[in-house]
């Protein structure tokens, strides 16, 4: 393919070639125009500061020799050397005007110094011949003899002089008007040139706003026409450009990425069906374990419920029985009838707990603002048994939260209690209970100097029925926890085993943060409530 084939060039290149084109042109009138205005400022200087400044000393060289002929006719009449003075000014006026033409001539002005020789010879003539011989007469022999001398001398030698000046005059009016007409044309030139340039601009212009018209403009709003028609949709439309290589490629590049666009969009739509059909699995799957929990729920709910009466019955008569016939058997028969009744009441413990973990989130009486400082008191009275004389429980700075206070009252009973259960041998129980601001929720935590919880069994402390102890060890169901964390989660929180303490047993559990005046840091001052070891 030929590097003439315009069709080929780049939009950059074509620029590029119209730019260095205009710029080869414009250099070429700039220095033709400097050339031009070289000359002009030359034949300007001819005009201005050699022609008529060597005319007016021409003028001026001329008056100077009529002065000087006036002095020597005024001398001759009265004798009087005062009347010589115009002479002898004029000789000085001569020299310094002579001086001065001949400063302004150049090389070339041949006919004007020529001229300016005639004159001073001419000059020395008639000083030779006509002035210094009268002066010297009436000097000598009295202004008669002079008159009468000057009156025999002709005025030829004056009038050749006057003749010089004459032509030397002439020459110097053609130099000027040879460099005036010179200037004038160099002039014309510059605004020929100052046309031209503005018209290679201009006719420049024209090319490069069509070139972009043809090349980028509309090339461009048709492509983008085209990328609207895929943007709404028609994303099946090749997309081409006949505007330069570069928009070319480019929409060559928009079209690459359409049919990749197209065939991600085939495969989302096709990934789409199936997420659909896999939600509509999920949502039916979702309804049916919200309608088994429900109906687990219910079903806990009711046989936790319906077992009371025939297990009320059984543990009462199995009581009735022990007192009445205690002793009165043998020591084995004895000995089943207390299993009997230690098995009737577990039951009896194990149906309550389960009631009351169903009925959490189930039974509500709507959220209302706690102050957990008051929970804690309440708490206080409910363990005051348990918690005997030796025991410490303290706490400072703790939030009002929104919630339910039954609720927040079975935690906290279900976390201090566990902590007095699992108390060490001969220590006094240590409990504290603290929070912190983290974000938008309340850091709650409760740690005790008790027995602690192994980290292998930190995952199964919150599960429902999840002993870590011998029964005969340490009374209780193990519901108790799995009762703490599904009181956490139903207000919003989470619950965790602190697993870095060295002692005891610390749990962390979150609520969140009241919106509004109510969430700024409590500003309790710290409230403990101690049994103080007595003596």
Same mark, same amino acid.
């Given at each position: 393919?030929?590097?003439?084939?315009?069709?080929?060039?780049?939009?950059?290149?074509?620029?590029?070639?119209?730019?260095?084109?205009?710029?080869?042109?414009?250099?070429?009138?700039?220095?033709?125009?400097?050339?031009?205005a070289?000359?002009?400022?030359?034949?300007?200087?001819?005009?201005?500061?050699?022609a008529?400044?060597?005319?007016?000393a021409?003028?001026?060289?001329n008056?100077?020799?009529?002065?000087q002929?006036?002095?020597?006719?005024?001398?001759?009449?009265?004798?009087?050397?005062?009347?010589?003075?115009?002479y002898?000014?004029?000789?000085?006026?001569e020299?310094?005007?002579?001086?001065?033409?001949?400063s302004?001539?150049?090389?070339?002005?041949n006919?004007i110094?020529?001229?300016?020789?005639?004159v001073?010879?001419?000059?020395a003539?008639?000083?030779?011949?006509?002035?210094?011989?009268v002066?010297?007469v009436?000097?000598?022999d009295?202004?008669?003899a002079?008159?009468?001398?000057?009156k025999?001398?002709?005025?030829a030698?004056?009038?050749?002089?006057?003749?010089?000046?004459?032509?030397?005059?002439?020459?110097?009016?053609?130099?000027?008007?040879?460099?005036?007409?010179?200037?004038?044309?160099?002039?014309?030139?510059?605004?020929?040139?100052?046309?031209?340039?503005?018209?290679?601009i201009?006719?420049?212009?024209?090319?490069?706003?069509l +070139? %972009?018209d #043809?090349?980028?403009?509309?090339?461009?709003t $048709?492509? /983008?026409? @085209?990328?609207?028609?895929? =943007?709404?949709g028609?994303?099946?439309?090749?997309?081409?450009?006949?505007?330069?290589?570069?928009?070319?490629?480019?929409?060559?590049d928009?079209?690459?990425?359409r049919?990749?666009?197209?065939a991600?969009?085939?495969?989302?739509?096709?990934?789409?069906?199936?997420?659909?059909?896999?939600?509509d699995?999920?949502?039916?799957?979702?309804?049916?374990?919200t309608?088994?929990?429900?109906?687990?729920?219910?079903?806990?709910?009711?046989?936790?419920?319906?077992?009371?009466?025939p297990?009320?019955?059984?543990?009462?008569?199995?009581? +009735? %029985?022990? #007192?009445?016939?205690?002793?009165?058997?043998? $020591?084995? /028969?004895? @000995?089943?009838?207390?299993? =009997?009744?230690?098995?009737?009441?577990?039951?009896?413990?194990?149906?309550?707990?389960?009631?009351?973990?169903?009925?959490?989130?189930?039974?509500t009486?709507?959220?209302?603002e706690?102050?957990?400082?008051?929970?804690?008191?309440?708490?206080r009275?409910?363990l005051?048994?348990?918690a005997?004389?030796?025991a410490?429980?303290?706490?400072?700075?703790?939030?009002?939260?929104?919630?339910?206070?039954?609720?927040?009252t079975?935690?906290f009973?279900?976390?201090?209690?566990?902590?007095?259960?699992?108390?060490?041998?001969?220590?006094?129980? %240590?409990?504290?209970?603290?929070?912190?601001?983290?974000?938008?929720?309340?850091?709650?935590?409760?740690?005790?100097?008790?027995?602690g919880?192994?980290a292998e069994?930190?995952?199964?402390?919150?599960?429902?029925?999840?002993?870590?102890?011998?029964?005969?060890?340490y009374?209780?169901?193990?519901?108790?926890?799995?009762?703490?964390?599904?009181?956490?989660?139903?207000?919003?929180?989470?619950?965790?085993?602190?697993?870095?303490?060295?002692?005891?047993t610390?749990?962390?559990?979150?609520?969140?943060?009241?919106p509004?005046?109510?969430?700024?840091?409590?500003?309790?001052?710290?409230?403990?409530?101690?049994?103080?070891v007595?003596?």
């Amino acid at each position: 393919m030929s590097v003439f084939d315009l069709r080929t060039w780049t939009l950059r290149r074509r620029i590029a070639a119209l730019c260095i084109t205009v710029g080869v042109l414009l250099s070429a009138l700039g220095a033709f125009a400097a050339i031009t205005a070289a000359q002009n400022n030359r034949q300007l200087d001819d005009v201005l500061n050699r022609a008529s400044p060597m005319r007016a000393a021409g003028e001026a060289l001329n008056t100077a020799y009529v002065d000087q002929e006036t002095g020597i006719r005024g001398f001759a009449i009265t004798g009087d050397e005062d009347n010589l003075k115009p002479y002898t000014q004029g000789l000085a006026d001569e020299q310094r005007l002579v001086a001065r033409v001949e400063s302004y001539l150049h090389p070339d002005d041949n006919d004007i110094r020529d001229e300016l020789v005639e004159v001073q010879q001419a000059a020395a003539a008639w000083h030779r011949e006509v002035a210094e011989p009268v002066i010297a007469v009436i000097r000598a022999d009295g202004t008669q003899a002079g008159q009468d001398r000057l009156k025999g001398t002709s005025t030829a030698q004056f009038d050749a002089l006057r003749r010089a000046i004459a032509d030397m005059q002439d020459d110097i009016q053609v130099l000027r008007t040879k460099s005036a007409n010179a200037a004038k044309e160099s002039s014309r030139t510059m605004v020929a040139i100052q046309i031209a340039a503005a018209a290679i601009i201009i006719l420049a212009g024209s090319a490069l706003l069509l +070139l %972009l018209d #043809r090349m980028v403009s509309r090339p461009v709003t $048709e492509l /983008a026409e @085209q990328v609207r028609e895929v =943007a709404d949709g028609d994303y099946d439309k090749h997309i081409e450009s006949r505007g330069s290589p570069e928009l070319a490629a480019l929409a060559d590049d928009v079209d690459g990425m359409r049919q990749k666009i197209a065939a991600e969009l085939a495969e989302v739509r096709e990934a789409r069906a199936q997420i659909e059909w896999v939600n509509d699995q999920l949502k039916v799957q979702a309804e049916e374990l919200t309608r088994s929990n429900r109906d687990l729920e219910q079903f806990a709910y009711v046989a936790s419920h319906d077992l009371q009466e025939p297990l009320r019955k059984v543990a009462s008569f199995c009581q +009735l %029985l022990q #007192r009445r016939y205690a002793g009165q058997l043998d $020591e084995r /028969a004895d @000995q089943y009838i207390a299993f =009997a009744v230690d098995g009737a009441q577990r039951m009896q413990r194990l149906i309550n707990d389960l009631l009351a973990f169903s009925r959490i989130g189930r039974l509500t009486a709507g959220f209302t603002e706690v102050d957990l400082n008051r929970v804690l008191t309440e708490v206080r009275s409910q363990l005051e048994v348990r918690a005997g004389e030796d025991a410490e429980i303290t706490w400072s700075g703790l939030p009002t939260v929104e919630g339910e206070e039954p609720l927040l009252t079975t935690l906290f009973v279900n976390l201090i209690g566990n902590s007095l259960k699992f108390r060490r041998p001969d220590v006094p129980p %240590l409990i504290t209970v603290s929070a912190e601001r983290d974000g938008g929720e309340w850091r709650v935590n409760v740690r005790d100097n008790g027995i602690g919880i192994e980290a292998e069994f930190a995952d199964k402390v919150f599960v429902i029925f999840q002993r870590l102890h011998a029964r005969d060890a340490y009374e209780g169901t193990g519901i108790g926890l799995a009762i703490v964390k599904k009181i956490v989660e139903y207000h919003g929180g989470r619950i965790w085993l602190d697993l870095e303490v060295e002692e005891g047993t610390s749990i962390w559990f979150t609520l969140p943060v009241l919106p509004g005046p109510a969430n700024e840091e409590p500003a309790v001052p710290a409230q403990e409530l101690r049994k103080e070891v007595t003596a």
